[in-house]
């Protein structure tokens, strides 16, 4: 069974940066398109990013467009999100899952953002 292991949240003040991580216990992670969700209080998870298996092509929900980055090490079965000039209302739980094909979801990272 694919598990999902996320780490690198925390406290943040505005303004500032996180880098979250995931490692994935899976055979065909350098063949799977990639994503990172996240997770508000009282809210659905949503899509925040994706990147393609090589990392030719990676997509932005529009509210984090600029300020986060997504990449990927397939030697290390991890994908990574950047994240930068981080506001209150980014704070959530991330999480990273497969695009297109949602498996069992890992406990996820918590972000918190202090105004």
């Known amino acids: 069974q694919v598990q999902f292991v996320e780490s690198g949240g925390g406290l943040v003040q505005f303004g500032g940066s996180l880098r979250l991580s995931c490692v994935a216990s899976?055979?065909?992670?350098?063949?799977?398109?990639m994503g990172w969700y996240r997770q508000a209080p009282g809210k659905q998870r949503v899509e925040v990013a994706s990147i393609t298996p090589r990392g030719g092509v990676t997509l932005y929900a529009d509210s984090v467009k600029g300020r986060f980055t997504i990449s990927r090490d397939n030697a290390k079965n991890t994908v990574y999100l950047q994240m930068n000039s981080l506001q209150p209302n980014d704070t959530a739980v991330y999480y990273c899952?497969?695009?297109?094909?949602?498996?069992?979801w890992g406990q996820g990272t918590q972000v918190t953002v202090s105004s």
């Open positions: 899976s055979s065909d992670f350098g063949g799977v398109t």
């Open positions: 899952n497969v695009k297109h094909d949602i498996r069992s």
